[in-house]
């Protein structure tokens, strides 16, 4: 067979695919053979992960391998299988098209994993197969018999148990191949449907300029695709093409035929006699596995939201607990590099600019590193070891209530610690609406980076005393509790108004329990931290830049105190401009500088409301900037920072979109700046109306 123009190039290394389940080791296996020789992004045009990496025949030789996203089936319904079906049918000119193709799939659920084989299988390329999890099938009673089912297919097949690293070897060794035989396992298509598909093909190869393996598999994949371009961002078919096939579709429907589900009986049909000589029951009488007895209590009504209660409990604690010292580390390393740099320069806009701008910005992102890497270790080991699905599927009732299915509480948990994480992982919700929906809410999910302001506002409610352990960690859970609420309520509003839709019927795989790789969580967690400090650092370093010129330009006297300066800075006209919009939840002019400025990322209120009240102590003692706060003013003598415009405050807090990457992220994620303007005006309208609420009907009554 002829591969497309595009890949064919002198001397060109073999291109592997690795093709699977979700949940099958296909990542495993990807990270074993590449290490840390892999390049992370986005398919361009999509918001689908690309891992491309390079391993090394037993030669010594490189090959491009390709980690492409989980699928069921070639059919797509989402855009993670869109994009493996497209990248594997050479659709997509910005990605190789895969000369060679590595199939992963789970030995404990063969026959369910074969059916994305059978399709690729279709593709005439050069296959390798690996039977994974070895170890699980034996546990579920099978036996496997690799060899018959080398011999059926007529392609390489190895047995791997990819957690253990067993099979690295003979699959490193079956890839150094120059001589991959193609597959030679034929079935046959359905009489009903089998003219269609000559017809179909002959236009593909005719109209689309396909391959003819190409055109014979594609046509197989148009008539079981409920709508072929819903979820492609590729090259369309041609007129002729679509014509031919909305005829047939037309004629079938009008016969009462199921062209679709004859489809896919005929291929399980296939699938079951490829099993049938080389998959036996060796043990009729299997006891109830691990899984399904830890399921017993997980999945339970009642037990499992104890588990998850429990789980999250640990997760939190060990985000605010565990991440103090190195948080502690980094913020000493940020000072002694700050001291280095005033200590080396002279006085003056440059330094400031560094040490100020530059130095305080990138620490201020930093900072939170420590927090962010237990996040995904957590997540990363409660996914490797399978309980994130449970997790999920126990949540699905809740979420169904808000029009959301159990897919969307792990990007919400995310969100916890940040909402760009949170953002992304929404990645995985095959329906549109509904990711578009998590992401709009997603921010509400009070982050790492509110924490500061929390503290602040916490420690400044009572004048001249210390804030009651209690009323500490009840305003905290309150806080939390209203962002999590708002979310929910928005998630109602927009599933019955906006983004109208069914509420969403959740079919989600429970993969085995396993003992998890650390390794593989290991370098999860890297990547995801390099993403979070490329994409948020980068952003957060400008801004931080610019909200320093804006409070050192223009320049007061010489003589005049630092809040003067600030008084008469572009920053505090700023400040002045929005005191008549703000003055009615009970801020000022002062508080709007910190509104502003924490545009940028909500921790810096804390550091700008210590300039603007020329608060110069260390700054992790907030003893001085809460008496400061509590000493501060209005002109007429009234006190600033009462209880109830602490309470006020964090309020607003909670529901405005106070984030410049948050909003960088959600235009990248849905490739437009609507959202991201429509989430900032949604979000910041109704904290202003709450605040507004709240103030005012506190000050009402009194307080």
């Not at 396993?514 to 801004?543: N, Q, S, W, Y």
């Given at each position: 067979?002829s591969?497309p123009?595009?890949?064919k190039t002198?001397?060109?290394k073999?291109?592997?695919?690795?093709?699977?389940?979700?949940n099958?080791?296909?990542?495993?296996?990807?990270?074993?053979?590449?290490?840390?020789k892999?390049?992370?992004?986005?398919?361009?045009?999509v918001?689908v992960?690309r891992?491309i990496?390079?391993?090394y025949?037993q030669?010594?030789?490189?090959?491009?391998v390709?980690?492409?996203?989980?699928?069921y089936?070639?059919?797509a319904?989402?855009?993670?299988?869109?994009v493996t079906r497209?990248v594997?049918?050479g659709?997509?000119?910005?990605?190789e098209?895969?000369?060679r193709?590595?199939?992963i799939v789970?030995?404990?659920?063969?026959?369910?994993n074969?059916?994305?084989?059978?399709?690729i299988?279709d593709?005439g390329?050069?296959?390798?197969l690996v039977?994974n999890m070895m170890?699980?099938a034996?546990?579920?009673?099978?036996?496997?018999?690799?060899n018959?089912l080398?011999k059926?297919?007529?392609?390489p097949?190895i047995a791997a148990?990819?957690?253990r690293?067993q099979?690295v070897i003979?699959?490193k060794?079956a890839?150094?191949?120059?001589?991959?035989p193609?597959?030679?396992?034929?079935?046959?298509?359905p009489?009903?449907i089998?003219?269609a598909?000559?017809?179909?093909?002959a236009?593909?190869q005719?109209?689309?300029?396909?391959?003819?393996?190409?055109a014979?598999?594609?046509s197989?994949l148009?008539?079981?695709?409920?709508d072929?371009l819903?979820?492609?961002g590729?090259?369309?078919?041609?007129p002729q093409t679509?014509?031919?096939?909305?005829?047939w579709?037309?004629?079938?429907e009008?016969?009462?035929t199921d062209?679709a589900g004859?489809?896919?009986?005929a291929r399980?049909?296939?699938i079951?006699k490829?099993?049938?000589d080389s998959?036996?029951?060796?043990?009729?009488?299997?006891?109830?596995n691990?899984?399904?007895?830890i399921?017993?209590?997980t999945?339970?009504?009642?037990w499992?939201?104890a588990?998850?209660?429990?789980?999250?409990?640990?997760?939190?604690?060990?985000?605010?607990?565990?991440a103090e010292?190195?948080?502690g580390?980094?913020e000493?390393?940020v000072?002694?590099l700050?001291d280095?740099?005033k200590?080396?320069?002279?006085?003056?806009d440059?330094?400031?600019?560094?040490?100020?701008g530059?130095?305080?910005g990138v620490?201020g992102v930093?900072?939170?590193l420590?927090?962010i890497?237990?996040?995904?270790?957590?997540i990363?080991?409660l996914e490797?070891t399978?309980?994130m699905?449970r997790?999920?599927f126990?949540?699905?009732?809740l979420?169904?209530?808000?029009?959301l299915?159990?897919k969307?509480?792990?990007?919400?948990l995310?969100?916890?610690?940040?909402?760009?994480p949170?953002i992304?992982?929404?990645?995985?919700?095959?329906d549109p609406?509904?990711r578009l929906?998590?992401i709009?809410?997603a921010?509400f999910?009070s982050?790492?980076?509110?924490?500061p302001?929390?503290?602040?506002?916490?420690?400044?409610?009572?004048?001249?005393?210390?804030?009651?352990?209690?009323?500490?960690?009840g305003?905290?859970?309150?806080m939390?509790?209203?962002g999590?609420f708002?979310a929910?309520?928005f998630a109602w509003?927009?599933?019955?108004t906006?983004?109208k839709?069914?509420?969403p019927l959740m079919?989600?795989?429970?993969p085995?329990?396993?003992m998890?790789?650390?390794k593989d969580?290991?370098?999860?967690?890297i990547e995801?931290?390099g993403l979070?400090?490329?994409?948020?650092?980068t952003?957060?370093?400008?801004?931080s830049i610019?909200?320093?010129?804006?409070t050192?330009?223009?320049?007061?006297r010489?003589?005049?105190?630092?809040?003067?300066?600030i008084?008469?800075?572009y920053a505090?006209q700023?400040?002045?401009?929005?005191e008549?919009?703000i003055?009615p939840l009970?801020f000022n002019w002062?508080i709007g500088?910190g509104l502003?400025?924490?545009f940028?990322?909500?921790e810096?209120f804390v550091?700008s409301?210590?300039?603007?009240f020329n608060?110069e102590?260390d700054e992790e003692?907030?003893?001085?900037?809460?008496?400061?706060?509590?000493?501060s003013?209005?002109?007429?003598?009234?006190?600033?920072?009462?209880?109830?415009v602490c309470?006020?405050?964090m309020i607003?807090y909670v529901?405005?979109?106070q984030c410049?990457?948050t909003?960088?992220?959600v235009?990248?994620?849905t490739?437009?700046?609507k959202?991201?303007?429509f989430q900032?005006?949604y979000?910041?309208?109704?904290?202003w109306?709450?605040?507004l609420?709240v103030?005012?009907?506190?000050?009402?009554l009194?307080?």
């Amino acid at each position: 067979m002829s591969l497309p123009a595009h890949v064919k190039t002198a001397n060109r290394k073999p291109v592997y695919a690795f093709v699977g389940n979700p949940n099958c080791g296909k990542s495993t296996l990807f990270n074993a053979l590449t290490g840390l020789k892999q390049k992370v992004g986005n398919y361009p045009g999509v918001t689908v992960e690309r891992k491309i990496g390079t391993a090394y025949s037993q030669h010594g030789q490189p090959m491009t391998v390709i980690d492409l996203p989980g699928a069921y089936s070639l059919a797509a319904r989402s855009p993670d299988e869109a994009v493996t079906r497209d990248v594997l049918l050479g659709r997509r000119t910005d990605t190789e098209m895969p000369d060679r193709i590595v199939c992963i799939v789970d030995g404990s659920n063969l026959e369910r994993n074969l059916y994305l084989v059978h399709q690729i299988l279709d593709l005439g390329r050069p296959i390798i197969l690996v039977v994974n999890m070895m170890d699980l099938a034996t546990k579920a009673g099978l036996e496997i018999r690799v060899n018959q089912l080398e011999k059926q297919l007529g392609i390489p097949v190895i047995a791997a148990q990819a957690a253990r690293g067993q099979g690295v070897i003979e699959l490193k060794l079956a890839m150094s191949r120059q001589d991959l035989p193609l597959p030679r396992h034929r079935w046959d298509i359905p009489a009903e449907i089998s003219s269609a598909v000559s017809e179909i093909q002959a236009s593909l190869q005719n109209f689309d300029h396909k391959p003819p393996l190409i055109a014979r598999a594609e046509s197989l994949l148009l008539l079981t695709d409920q709508d072929p371009l819903r979820v492609s961002g590729s090259q369309p078919i041609s007129p002729q093409t679509s014509k031919i096939l909305q005829n047939w579709k037309t004629t079938w429907e009008k016969a009462g035929t199921d062209w679709a589900g004859t489809l896919v009986a005929a291929r399980y049909d296939a699938i079951g006699k490829l099993t049938a000589d080389s998959v036996h029951q060796v043990d009729t009488f299997v006891a109830q596995n691990t899984s399904d007895r830890i399921d017993a209590i997980t999945t339970h009504g009642l037990w499992g939201w104890a588990v998850l209660g429990a789980l999250m409990t640990a997760l939190f604690l060990s985000i605010f607990t565990l991440a103090e010292y190195p948080m502690g580390l980094i913020e000493a390393t940020v000072v002694t590099l700050s001291d280095a740099v005033k200590g080396a320069m002279p006085a003056g806009d440059l330094r400031d600019l560094i040490t100020d701008g530059a130095i305080a910005g990138v620490g201020g992102v930093v900072i939170f590193l420590p927090q962010i890497l237990i996040l995904f270790f957590f997540i990363g080991l409660l996914e490797s070891t399978g309980y994130m699905a449970r997790a999920a599927f126990i949540m699905d009732r809740l979420m169904g209530k808000v029009g959301l299915n159990g897919k969307s509480f792990i990007p919400l948990l995310s969100s916890y610690a940040c909402a760009i994480p949170g953002i992304m992982a929404t990645r995985t919700i095959e329906d549109p609406k509904d990711r578009l929906v998590t992401i709009l809410v997603a921010p509400f999910m009070s982050c790492s980076a509110r924490l500061p302001v929390y503290l602040l506002m916490i420690a400044a409610l009572v004048p001249n005393g210390e804030v009651p352990l209690l009323t500490k960690v009840g305003l905290m859970l309150l806080m939390y509790a209203l962002g999590t609420f708002g979310a929910f309520g928005f998630a109602w509003l927009f599933k019955r108004t906006l983004l109208k839709g069914e509420p969403p019927l959740m079919i989600m795989e429970l993969p085995p329990y396993r003992m998890p790789k650390i390794k593989d969580v290991t370098l999860h967690m890297i990547e995801r931290a390099g993403l979070f400090l490329k994409r948020a650092g980068t952003i957060i370093l400008a801004i931080s830049i610019v909200l320093w010129a804006l409070t050192a330009f223009p320049k007061a006297r010489e003589e005049a105190t630092a809040a003067e300066q600030i008084a008469q800075s572009y920053a505090g006209q700023a400040g002045k401009l929005i005191e008549p919009v703000i003055k009615p939840l009970g801020f000022n002019w002062e508080i709007g500088i910190g509104l502003i400025s924490s545009f940028a990322a909500r921790e810096v209120f804390v550091s700008s409301m210590s300039v603007v009240f020329n608060v110069e102590e260390d700054e992790e003692d907030t003893t001085p900037l809460r008496e400061a706060l509590q000493n501060s003013r209005w002109p007429d003598g009234r006190p600033l920072f009462t209880p109830l415009v602490c309470l006020t405050l964090m309020i607003f807090y909670v529901f405005a979109m106070q984030c410049i990457s948050t909003v960088a992220i959600v235009k990248r994620e849905t490739n437009s700046w609507k959202w991201p303007l429509f989430q900032i005006g949604y979000q910041t309208g109704f904290a202003w109306l709450l605040c507004l609420a709240v103030f005012q009907i506190g000050s009402a009554l009194g307080y």
